[in-house]
Antibody
Framework: QVHLAQSGAEVKKPGSSVKVSCKAS????????ISWVRQAPGQGLEWMGR?????????????KYAQKFQGRVAITADRSTDTAYLELSSLRSDDTAVYFC???????????WGQGTLVTVSS | QSVLTQPPSVSAAPGQTVTISCSGG????????VSWYQQFPGSAPKLLIY???KRSSGVPDRFSGSKSGTSATLGITGLQTWDEADYYC???????????FGGGTQLTVL
């Protein structure tokens, strides 16, 4: 079983950036994919992108971003500590949401989730 | 607006059966497996069904998934009050190389 622990809540000004972390622990951490999914207040789930951890990271095309966030999002990883990061820049009020990381077992199969990180964008 | 279409809400009485539909197209559901998630307020989603019809570990057999063409269905039999939650479908969209979610369905157990 994999446990994902995310960093704490953030309050940001419009136009600034935020970086959220997601640390994995547990069994079977050799090769896996971490995706980021966000949920605005009262809204549905929205996939933002993903990154490979371990040897799988070298497979072409593993790292992806949703078109909507291209140019504004960066998903990186420190594979030595099994930590993935989501950085979102040029923040707007409609970026206010809970941001989840999730371990991807197969395409769209997320069997472990972080607890979520609330990012509030407000002047 | 979500790529996958779900009914905003469904309701049924305890003990009854309910189905939740998820409609897509050829580039998403039509050529990829579907997953289903259950989410309670203030909590992370939980994987119920993957590969369109396989139950995730620990999920009761009251939950089932099926797929036909460009649509998928989540079935819940013997409804319990604690099944009241939001349910989301998800799949890969090959045309944009991205995961797409349905808009979610709120289940009310009357």
């Amino acid at each position: 079983q994999v446990h994902l622990a995310q960093s704490g809540a953030e309050v940001k000004k419009p136009g600034s950036s935020v970086k959220v972390s997601c640390k994995a622990s547990g069994d079977n951490l050799r090769n896996y994919i971490i995706s980021w999914v966000r949920q605005a207040p009262g809204q549905g789930l929205e996939w933002m992108g993903r990154i490979g951890m371990g040897r799988i990271s070298s497979i072409p095309g593993i790292q992806k971003y949703a078109q909507k966030f291209q140019g504004r999002v960066a998903i990186t990883a420190d594979r030595s500590t099994d930590t993935a990061y989501l950085e979102l820049s040029s923040l707007r009020s409609d970026d206010t949401a809970v941001y989840f990381c999730a371990r991807e077992m197969g395409a769209a199969d997320f069997n472990s989730w972080g607890q979520g990180t609330l990012v509030t964008v407000s002047s | 607006q979500s790529v996958l279409t779900q009914p905003p809400s469904v309701s049924a009485a305890p003990g009854q059966t309910v189905t939740i539909s998820c409609s897509g197209g050829t580039s998403d559901i039509g050529n990829n497996h579907v997953s289903w998630y259950q989410q309670f307020p203030g909590s992370a989603p939980k994987l119920l069904i993957y590969d369109s019809n396989k139950r995730s570990s620990g999920v009761p057999d009251r939950f089932s998934g099926s797929k036909s063409g460009t649509s998928a269905t989540l079935g819940i039999t013997g409804l319990q009050t604690w099944d009241e939650a939001d349910y989301y479908c998800a799949t890969w969209d090959s045309s944009v190389s991205a995961v797409v979610f349905g808009g979610g369905t709120q289940l009310t157990v009357l």
